[in-house]
């Protein structure tokens, strides 16, 4: 696997919560053609409902994963992302 080369020299400052809200912002983006990156309308069908549903899915387990912690971590915002629950509402 690639990131098994990276692993050693990377740091991870930021808690995971707030990885997959970057990465679902980052998706937003990429299928609102708003980037760098604006090839999203040229995929076919099934690629861009594989793209929706990855989406779907980092928000899910992201808010899901959010509630658990609220639940069951004495200081858990160290664990949260620094944005509010809002931008983990948004769907497609």
Known sequence: MIIEDQKTRRRWRQPLSKHIALMAEH?????????????FDRFGADLMRKTFKLYRNLNDFNRDYVS?????????????????????????
Not at 28 to 33: G, N, Q, R, S, T
Not at 76 to 83: E, G
Request: charged content about 35%.
């Open 68 to 92: 658990w912690i609220r639940a069951n971590v004495q200081e858990c915002d160290r664990f949260l992302p620094d944005n509010d629950d809002s931008k983990l509402e948004k769907q497609f």
């Open 27 to 39: 998706l937003e983006v990429f299928v609102a053609a708003r980037g760098q990156c604006r090839h």
